[in-house]
């Protein structure tokens, strides 16, 4: 399902980038040398993992806010599965 990354055809790299999002967002305070090693495994430099870090880190926090704030998601972030699916390559393409 394209909901769901461990379902999905990821190269290696991509996998274990999600699988650091994942365990980062849901288990912060278990992070340890291995997930960061895991990276440097993939190709992951320094730099890279870095910025990975800071972007997952940010969306949690924003998450976080609008959650704790009470905060709808706009309609237009929210389409149906369908429209998702019909849209996503077309709009992948445009950027």
Same mark, same amino acid.
């Given at each position: 399902?394209?909901? @769901?990354?461990? =379902?999905? *055809?990821?190269? %290696? %790299? @991509? +996998?274990? !980038?999600c699988d650091f999002a994942v365990?980062? *967002? !849901?288990? %912060?305070?278990?992070?340890?040398? =291995?997930?960061?090693?895991?990276?440097?495994?993939?190709?992951?430099? @320094?730099?890279?993992? *870095?910025?990975? $870090?800071?972007?997952?880190?940010?969306?949690?926090?924003?998450?976080?806010?609008?959650?704790?704030?009470?905060?709808? /998601?706009?309609?237009?972030? =929210? /389409? %149906?599965?369908?429209?998702?699916? +019909?849209?996503?390559?077309? @709009?992948? !393409?445009? $950027?």
């Amino acid at each position: 399902m394209i909901y @769901d990354y461990r =379902t999905a *055809t990821l190269s %290696p %790299p @991509d +996998r274990a !980038l999600c699988d650091f999002a994942v365990k980062l *967002t !849901l288990a %912060p305070a278990a992070m340890g040398e =291995t997930d960061i090693a895991s990276l440097r495994a993939h190709g992951f430099d @320094d730099e890279a993992i *870095t910025v990975a $870090t800071q972007v997952i880190a940010y969306f949690n926090y924003i998450n976080r806010i609008a959650d704790g704030l009470g905060v709808e /998601p706009e309609a237009w972030m =929210t /389409p %149906p599965k369908e429209e998702w699916q +019909r849209r996503r390559g077309r @709009d992948f !393409l445009a $950027t």
